[in-house]
T-cell receptor, first 113, second 112 residues
């Protein structure tokens, strides 16, 4: 089944403890992206990647890192999480180097205390 | 600056009534406009995009460049249409196509 998977689905952590949220897609998509969803703010793009080893900042990249070493994987790294990073995170992918039809993962709910 | 505005957080209608979810955008070039939908306990998914000019699940949306709007419409709402709807914008050409800007979303509640 063609899909985008994220792990973990739920995570509670403490301030400053490094964490990684994994994202994987099996559709051979070139474009992948991370978003955070907050009440009243909708979805905001954190980082995106147009292909392996090609990444760029979205609108809210502060406090996050990404890497794209393989086409199928696009992990989101929080080196030193803070409470304002408590949010619902979505990974997405699309065919081609553009933000066209994006296929979304199920979401990861992160709580930083 | 690129911006997508959805003025209504909640739109409540009765089954069979017409629906219009408003979306206005701000973009200096030629935008690509999309509507995404998130049903309860499901993933966010593409509903339609303006370049395809198609009707999906009875919904249509017309890009009005003069009014910078991309409102989503359906003549007769169904209960299964209840969901969160997001309008989104991407630039056209070059690096501008790589970002997707979402509005804050409108929750559509269709009452029986």
């Amino acid at each position: 089944e063609a899909q985008v998977t994220q792990n973990p689905r739920y995570l509670i952590t403490v301030t400053g403890k490094k964490l990684t949220v994994t994202c994987s897609q099996n559709m051979n998509h070139e474009y992948m992206s991370w978003y955070r969803q907050d009440p009243g703010l909708g979805l905001r793009q954190i980082y995106y990647s147009m292909n392996v080893e090609v990444t760029d900042k979205g609108d809210v990249p502060e406090g996050y890192k990404v890497s794209r070493k393989e086409k199928r994987n696009f992990p989101l790294i929080l080196e030193s999480p803070s409470p304002n990073q408590t949010s619902l995170y979505f990974c997405a992918s699309s065919f081609g180097q553009g933000a066209y039809e994006q296929y979304f993962g199920p979401g990861t709910r992160l709580t930083v205390t | 600056a690129q911006r997508v505005t959805q003025p209504e957080k909640l739109l409540s209608v009765f089954k069979g009534a017409p629906v219009e979810l408003k979306c206005n955008y701000s973009y200096s070039g030629s935008p690509e406009l999309f509507w995404y939908v998130q049903y309860s306990r499901q993933r966010l998914q593409l509903l339609l995009r303006h370049i395809s000019r198609e009707s999906i699940k009875g919904f249509t949306a017309d890009l009005n460049k003069g009014e910078t709007s991309f409102h989503l419409k359906k003549p007769f709402a169904q209960e299964e249409d209840s969901a969160m709807y997001y309008c989104a914008l991407s630039g056209h050409g070059g690096g501008a196509t790589n970002k997707l800007i979402f509005g804050t979303g409108t929750l559509l509640a269709v009452q029986p």
